[in-house]
């Protein structure tokens, strides 16, 4: 293998061969003379004119999106550290053993609980020079950074947490055992469990990124249009280098280098390791992600080697030793920590005689105290110190560390590291002689908890550096001044119906959002998302209204700019167009949804998109909205599996309702009329932004148009609980035999055939119908769990009755429900429908075909609810079974065609 010679170039971070070395010296030192004596400025100037004129020339360069396996930072660039190392690293010590204790100690009385040791042991001294130097708390001098950490490093807060003072030792015991008394520390960050403590959660592998990138963007958004201002805060977003293989975790990384977000900073802890084995075993994931960050418009910090090295870099004068370490593999990186020193000399260093002599006056201890620059304070500040200064692009700083950092036998940078739950006896005392932790031999089988006395230099200088960044993290503060929301009467003219005029319940949401739009209380406060669909939802007239926003403005004239609802871009425009990008628009969604808890202003998000790309697309997301306790309103546009008609089997939607359900605090509803949209709407508006209610709303509209009856009287608890009558729908009694009669319960635009279904029962069958508007069959099956756990639970008092006993319960004739969702949409209340009940829904996959033939064929037309409510009679014994097999001829209906849901 060529050895170089003179200081070999590299080429796209590769060495390269160097036929004319001395040359090369020229070049070389002309280059270092030029930033020497007139700047780096007009030596990046000069480079860049160079590779110009080389593609002018044809000589086809490479691409030059990684550089060299060295630290960005030179050591001579490095700035002084600011903090006392020694009392620094002692808090660090204490930091290790609690967060290592919690989690063996947990362990050692239930192998269930499970937790992580070696995550945070990789990343404990990054957090750290953040803690004591970079991330500041909300506080009065502002609202402070935003924190993604990364999840399994819960354990490491949390001991710093007993250190501050805010946690006890109980809490520590009470580990992933959050329901022992007086409550527990959940797993992983999850503010639905820990409300005051965590902010963001995280440990859904690659969410954090796309989230981060979107905070960040609504960030800039708040600050453009006046809402909030920034002030220098920073979104931080600690991810594994495993974790960067999921694709949300490189999804949008172009968004915040298109946008310029210069608050975000992304660690990246590469310490090479995922939870089988290597990352990257026969590569180096650091120059992958370089080259991929550095492509997306980033600024890339490479923090590699530790302060160690700097002179074995210093006294490599033939480049050998920056070669061995281009060509070594991350693989070997890895065997190279687990095997220890002398393997590293024989296996790393030996590969080359000037190597082994380069290193002959360290002893095998001292080579494997070669520290990664992860896990060197000095590095690590410099890193932080260079991305919280740099403008005009998001820095992303790769973090070379290693995975179990101190555990040694337990599993410093073995495969099974990550799977380590607790450590032998002789593995807490070596991690307490290496780290140097003042526990007793005698005490160290109970593994206790480590504090400094509260007047110890150590408790006075953690305090002391908090203090200076505005307080304790991690926090959550809701503290938003609540909003003032308009009364239900200042939506009358929505509550009057269209009159003769036909227009879809989406229509009729544009409607109620251009008003909110208006409101002098809460316009300002409202956030329309749209994934590049606001012509399909009629709402191109916001467009020039509320301008669509840019951190840019508008540096061009848009094609359409004569006409009335012309596409305009602004710096304070209030629309978050997201392109194509549902995921994209969904976080920006979760990042207005909690901006009353993250920036102190509340925000009233509306997103509309397609309903069957969302929560099929992107439920991960969705749950994780839940658990931030986020607040706004999703609008599932052209819902429906038949109501959408041509688009066929990819968009029609039959089951989003039944995915909203499984979120415990999602409130979702199907309405089919203007006044219902606007009394779900304006209470939900209460209920998050003056109750204070930590729910989110789904709601559902379709793109099929119609007249829109008038508000009657009475029916807002019906509407909010899912269940009302439509009144007029059952003609009155005739004298005589009373006619049979049947419950028609419906919702969105399949009502209008549940009315149809009606009157052709009437008309040809002689069979009365009462017709309800089910709203929401989950929320009617929230409510009649919650009944029946309650008569569970009090056997000695009067039992409870569901809301839909209440409104079922006296009323005559079997129950049908037909919806343009699922069977399972509906049935949802089976437990509480007394009598017969027989549900009609959209089960199979969609096709392209008129409304009409959709709803044939998926047996939910006006045909076939009266059929369905015929035969419900017929199985009762209310009517003869010859009557439904006539009524099915002259319905149209074929009892032998293929069931829907198998073709």
Same mark, same amino acid.
């Given at each position: 293998m060529n050895k170089p010679e003179g200081g070999l170039p590299e080429v796209g971070g590769q060495l390269a061969h160097d036929d004319d070395p001395l040359e090369t010296r020229d070049w070389?030192?002309?280059?270092?003379?030029?930033?020497?004596?007139?700047?780096?400025?007009?030596?990046?100037?000069?480079? /860049?004119?160079?590779?110009? &004129?080389?593609?002018?020339?044809?000589?086809?360069?490479?691409?030059?999106?990684?550089?060299?396996?060295?630290n960005t930072i030179p050591t001579a660039h490095q700035p002084a550290y600011p903090g006392d190392q020694e009392l620094e690293g002692r808090i660090r010590a204490a930091l290790r053993w609690n967060a290592m204790a919690m989690v063996t100690r947990a362990?050692?009385?239930?192998? /269930?609980?499970?937790?992580?040791?070696?995550?945070?042991?990789?990343?404990?001294?990054?957090?750290e020079v953040g803690f004591n130097h970079f991330f500041h708390a909300p506080g009065e001098a502002g609202a402070g950074d935003l924190l993604f950490f990364q999840g399994h490093t819960s354990p490491g807060m949390y001991a710093r947490a007993f250190l501050e003072g805010r946690l006890s030792e109980r809490d520590l015991n009470n580990f992933r055992q959050e329901l022992?008394?007086?409550?527990?520390?959940?797993?992983?960050?999850?503010? #639905?469990?820990?409300?005051?403590?965590?902010?963001?959660?995280?440990?859904?592998?690659?969410?954090? $990124? @796309? @989230?981060?990138?979107?905070?960040?963007?609504? @960030?800039?958004?708040?600050?453009?249009?006046?809402?909030a201002p920034m002030d220098g805060r920073k979104v931080y977003a600690f991810l594994g280098d495993g974790e960067m293989d999921e694709p949300e975790s490189r999804g949008a990384l172009a968004v915040a280098g298109r946008e310029k977000l210069d608050n975000l900073i992304f660690i990246v802890n590469c310490n090479l390791q995922r939870l089988d084995g290597p990352v990257r075993g026969n590569g180096k994931i650091i120059q992958e992600l370089e080259g991929e960050f550095r492509?997306?418009? #980033?600024?890339?910090?490479?923090?590699? #080697?530790?302060?160690?090295?700097?002179?074995?870099?210093?006294?490599?004068?033939?480049?050998?030793?920056?070669?061995? @370490?281009?060509?070594?593999?991350d693989g070997e990186y890895q065997a190279y920590k687990a095997r220890g020193g002398k393997y590293t000399r024989e296996r790393f260093f030996g590969k080359y005689p000037e190597l082994l002599r380069l290193v002959e006056h360290l002893s095998d201890d001292d080579i494997y105290r070669l520290r990664r620059g992860g896990n060197d +304070?000095?590095?690590?500040?410099?890193?932080?110190?260079?991305?919280?200064?740099?403008?005009?692009? +998001?820095?992303?700083?790769?973090?070379?560390?290693?995975?179990?950092?101190?555990?040694?036998?337990?599993? /410093?940078?073995?495969n099974i590291t990550h799977q380590q739950k607790k450590m032998t006896d002789e593995q807490v005392r070596a991690f307490r002689d290496r780290f140097r932790v003042p526990i007793a031999d005698d005490q160290l089988a109970s593994i206790p908890?480590?504090?400094?006395?509260?007047?110890?230099? &150590?408790?006075?200088?953690?305090?002391?550096?908090?203090?200076?960044?505005?307080?304790?993290?991690?926090?959550?503060?809701?503290?938003? +001044?609540?909003?003032t929301i308009p009364g239900l009467p200042a939506f009358e003219k929505l509550l009057e119906g269209t009159g003769e005029r036909d227009i879809s319940t989406t229509m009729a949401f544009v409607r109620i959002l251009t008003q909110l739009t208006k409101d002098p209380n809460i316009g300002q406060h409202l956030v329309p998302i749209v994934p590049d669909e606001a012509r399909t939802f009629g709402m191109e007239g916001l467009f020039r209204q509320l301008g669509i926003y840019s951190p840019e403005g508008q540096l061009y004239e848009p094609e359409d700019a004569g006409h009335f609802m012309f596409y305009r871009e602004d710096k304070k425009g209030q629309i978050l167009e997201e392109g194509?990008? &549902?995921?994209?628009?969904?976080?920006?969604?979760?990042?207005?949804?909690?901006?009353?808890?993250?920036h102190g202003v509340s925000m009233i998000p509306f997103y509309i998109f397609y309903s069957m790309f969302g929560f099929q697309r992107i439920g991960d997301f969705a749950w994780a909205a839940g658990d931030m306790r986020t607040r706004g309103f999703l609008i599932g546009g052209t819902a429906g599996r038949t109501t959408l008609a041509g688009e066929g089997l990819q968009h029609q939607d039959g089951h989003s309702h039944l995915l909203a359900a499984t979120i415990p605090n999602c409130v979702a509803y199907d309405p089919a009329y203007m006044y219902e949209l606007a009394v779900i709407i304006q209470d939900g508006m209460r209920r998050m932004y003056e109750a204070d209610e930590s729910v989110y709303y789904y709601i559902t509209v379709e793109n099929e148009n119609y007249v829109h009856p008038p508000m009657p009287d009475g029916v807002t608890e019906g509407i909010l609980r899912g269940l009302y009558r439509l009144p007029g729908t059952a003609p009155k009694k005739p004298r005589?035999?009373?006619?049979?009669?049947?419950?028609?319960?419906?919702?969105?635009?399949?009502?209008?055939?549940?009315?149809?279904?009606?009157?052709?029962?009437?008309?040809?069958?002689?069979?009365?119908?009462?017709? #309800? $508007?089910?709203t929401s069959f989950n929320e009617l099956r929230r409510d009649g769990l919650s009944v029946q756990r309650w008569n569970r639970l009090h056997p000695m008092e009067k039992p409870r009755k569901s809301y839909v006993e209440q409104c079922l319960d006296g009323s005559e004739g079997p129950v049908i429900a037909a919806t343009d969702y699922m069977q399972a949409y509906a049935d949802q209340i089976r437990p509480w429908v007394r009598g017969r009940y027989e549900v009609l829904g959209t089960d199979g996959f969609g096709r392209s075909d008129t409304r009409r033939r959709l709803r044939q064929f998926f047996e939910v037309s006006r045909e076939h609810i009266a059929y369905a409510a015929l035969k419900a009679l017929a199985d009762e014994g209310t009517l003869p079974a010859k009557t439904v097999a006539d009524a099915a001829g002259k319905l149209g209906i074929d009892p032998e065609r293929p069931d829907p849901a198998t073709v």
């Open positions: 070389l030192d002309a280059l270092r003379s030029l930033a020497q004596v007139e700047g780096e400025p007009r030596a990046r100037f000069i480079l /860049e004119t160079l590779r110009d &004129e080389a593609q002018r020339l044809g000589l086809n360069l490479p691409h030059g999106l990684t550089t060299a396996y060295l362990n050692r009385e239930s192998t /269930e609980l499970g937790g992580h040791i070696a995550s945070y042991a990789s990343l404990a001294t990054i957090y022992a008394d007086g409550g527990g520390l959940s797993s992983y960050p999850h503010p #639905w469990l820990m409300p005051e403590f965590w902010s963001l959660p995280t440990v859904s592998m690659g969410l954090a $990124s @796309m @989230m981060a990138i979107y905070q960040a963007r609504f @960030m800039a958004y708040l600050d453009a249009r006046g809402l492509g997306n418009g #980033w600024n890339v910090i490479k923090v590699i #080697w530790g302060s160690e090295w700097d002179d074995l870099l210093g006294r490599d004068r033939s480049g050998l030793l920056r070669q061995r @370490m281009e060509e070594a593999l +304070p000095l590095k690590i500040y410099a890193a932080f110190d260079a991305a919280v200064r740099h403008r005009g692009q +998001p820095t992303v700083i790769l973090f070379k560390t290693v995975k179990g950092y101190g555990m040694g036998s337990a599993g /410093e940078g073995q908890y480590y504090k400094p006395a509260e007047d110890s230099p &150590e408790m006075q200088y953690l305090r002391a550096r908090r203090e200076a960044l505005g307080g304790y993290l991690p926090a959550r503060r809701a503290q938003a +001044p609540r909003l194509i990008n &549902e995921a994209g628009a969904f976080c920006s969604w979760i990042a207005a949804g909690t901006s009353y808890a993250t005589g035999k009373a006619a049979p009669r049947v419950q028609l319960l419906s919702s969105g635009a399949i009502l209008r055939e549940t009315l149809a279904a009606a009157d052709i029962l009437s008309r040809d069958f002689g069979v009365q119908a009462d017709v #309800w $508007s089910a």
